[in-house]
């Protein structure tokens, strides 16, 4: 490998590390944010009466793993993209 190619794989592992970085620090405050979203003030999930309250409030709860999910997959993409 040259000099070049070794470079280009020590810069794509340093960026699918700060994604990865991203991801795990995001994920306290947007649980906080769907906390509160979720409370009696907002959307009012726990007394979610129509099926339409109940699809905004499933919607919200799945929203958060689903972005961290994606972020650690764009993460560990980046990373073993320039390794294979």
């Known amino acids: 490998m040259n000099k070049k190619g070794s470079a280009n ?17 995001l994920a306290y405050p947007l649980s906080q944010v769907v906390k509160e979203s979720r409370g009696e003030t907002q959307m009012n999930c726990s007394n979610a009466i129509t099926y339409q309250e109940k699809a905004n409030c499933l ?22 993209w320039r390794l294979l």
């Open 59 to 80: 919607a919200v709860d799945i929203f958060l793993p689903f972005f961290i999910g994606i972020l650690l997959g764009i993460g560990g993409f980046y990373m073993s």
């Open 9 to 25: 794989v020590l810069v794509s592992l340093m960026i699918g590390i700060v994604i990865f970085f991203l991801a795990i620090n």
